[in-house]
């Protein structure tokens, strides 16, 4: 377990993939994410090195998690849109040491 309490899980994959991305991520615990639109700009020269034509549109997918269920998203989505399939996915985290609007919900279905 790390010092923080919550990660956010940044997967970049090619355009149109973002829903499996984000199905794998569900069936790993998360509830939702955002996804953005984004341009690669890889050179040609890291297109050789890795032996993939690298798309330059992309979708990047933003998806909050507590640091419990933060491994088994990062291998859903390796699994499912890794760099070994169509979506050509990279995935990685980053600490959140501060969070605002989520919070546990009462029984009447309000933040506590």
Do not use: W
């Amino acid at each position: 377990m790390s010092e923080f309490e919550h990660q956010v899980v940044i997967c970049i994959v090619n355009n149109g993939f973002a829903d499996a991305a984000m199905d794998a991520a569900r069936d790993a615990g998360v509830k939702s994410g955002t996804v953005l639109s984004a341009r690669g700009k890889a050179k040609l020269e890291a297109e050789k090195a890795f032996q993939i034509q690298i798309q330059p549109e992309k979708e990047m997918i933003m998806i909050l998690v507590s640091d419990d269920i933060k491994q088994a998203v990062l291998h859903a989505l390796y699994k499912a849109v890794g760099t070994h399939t169509p979506a050509h996915g990279i995935a990685f985290t980053l600490p959140v040491d501060n969070v605002v609007g989520i919070g546990k919900r009462n029984k009447d279905g309000e933040n506590a």
